[in-house]
């Protein structure tokens, strides 16, 4: 049997497919490479095998999506494919909602028809907007500020009708902020134009792509007064989503949302040291305005994902900063 991972190509996907490999599962990808490439593929088979199977397609296409279905032995399927950023959505929402909602329904109802009941699906803390709370819970209330959230908000709601409805159960990972490579440094993060996310823009500026960063606000009621997030290592994050699909195997059942988070808020400055730290030389960095829509702080509440999962992140910060830099720093252009 095979496990069907939409996205595969792409930064969490890629490190989720080594993953599934370690523990012995046979991947299907499908993606489209809208935001990645076949280098990305090609470095995947040299971490993992040269049969893996890549399906070059896009998820709005219903006649390539049940072939998928028809040509493979899936019997469970993680779901990434979607596009992801924040900026972007507020200016081309049609499209946004056109293809996060348009390929999560067609996917549902491939698995459907192909009575395939194990889904993963790939959502984010974003769910929970301007939390009122730290640590935020599952059951903390549930929101979205643009359109890219909205698009993770309503997958979650269609995923949670379709289970009710249809032998479909779904865990609902709600990821808090990936960073990190594989300890090889021959996978990582390859952002599309200049990045948003503050660890890809900080190694960036490492290897001199950018003269500094600009930490966005430093008047937030925090310690030091620049945002705090819940970084978690995109390995961790991995090992998250095959421990969800044995959570399936084993008879979860449902629409169960679970946050993947290490519970741990760091700040803007401190990732920006420990940055230094990892690089080996200081990160030059000044301080400007507060970006729109930014939050003061998030991290996860992670008692969920440990009883329900089993699962526990083992790599912290500083890991997640030297494993980035080893991808960053060997791979100055990304995949390019
Ligand atoms: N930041 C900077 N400078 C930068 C980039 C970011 O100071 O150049 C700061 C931000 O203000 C924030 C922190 O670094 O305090 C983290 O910002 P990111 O953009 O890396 O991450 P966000 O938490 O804002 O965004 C993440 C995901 C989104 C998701 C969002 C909401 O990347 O996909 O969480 O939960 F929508």
């Not at 890629?14 to 599962?25: I, K, Q, Y």
């Not at 088979?45 to 199977?53: A, F, I, S």
């Not at 003269?211 to 290592?233: A, C, E, L, M, Q």
Request: hydrophobic fraction near 45%.
């Amino acid at each position: 049997m095979a496990t069907l991972v939409t996205g595969g190509a792409g930064y969490i996907g890629s490190h989720t497919v080594v993953a599934l490999h370690e523990v012995g599962r046979d991947v299907v990808i499908v993606d489209n490479l809208s935001n990645s490439s076949p280098k990305a593929v090609a470095a995947l088979r040299r971490l993992t095998t040269d049969d893996l199977v890549f399906v070059e397609a896009d998820l709005l296409d219903a006649e390539s999506l049940r072939r998928v279905f028809a040509d493979h032995p899936i019997d469970e399927v993680i779901h990434f494919a979607a596009f992801k950023a924040v900026g972007e959505s507020v200016e081309q929402p049609i499209r946004y909602y056109g293809n996060n909602l348009g390929s999560t329904i067609g996917l549902v109802e491939a698995m459907v028809d192909a009575g395939v009941s194990r889904l993963v699906f790939s959502s984010s803390c974003t769910v929970y907007g301007q939390p009122d709370e730290v640590p935020v819970t599952e059951a903390s209330p549930t929101g979205a500020t643009n359109p890219y959230g909205w698009t993770k908000y309503m997958s979650e709601q269609i995923l949670a009708d379709v289970a009710a409805a249809h032998p479909l159960d779904v865990v609902l990972l709600r990821y808090f902020n990936p960073v990190g490579a594989h300890p090889s440094g021959t996978i990582g993060e390859d952002p599309n134009g200049i990045p948003n996310n503050l660890v890809p823009f900080v190694m960036q500026v490492a290897v001199g792509r950018h003269d500094k960063v600009r930490v966005f606000g430093d008047d937030y009621p925090t310690p030091d007064g620049t945002g705090i997030r819940d970084y978690i290592h995109v390995m961790d994050l991995a090992e998250a989503h095959v421990a969800a699909l044995d959570a399936l195997a084993g008879g979860l059942r449902g629409a169960v949302p679970i946050n993947v988070g290490t519970g741990v808020g760091s700040s803007v400055l401190e990732v920006i040291a420990a940055a230094g730290a990892a690089v080996g030389t200081a990160i030059p960095h000044e301080v400007v305005d507060r970006r729109p829509g930014d939050i003061a702080k998030t991290w996860a509440a992670t008692d969920k994902a440990a009883e329900i999962l089993g699962w526990r992140p083992s790599r912290d910060l500083d890991e997640m900063l030297r494993d980035h830099w080893r991808w960053q720093s060997r791979n100055p252009d990304g995949f390019a």
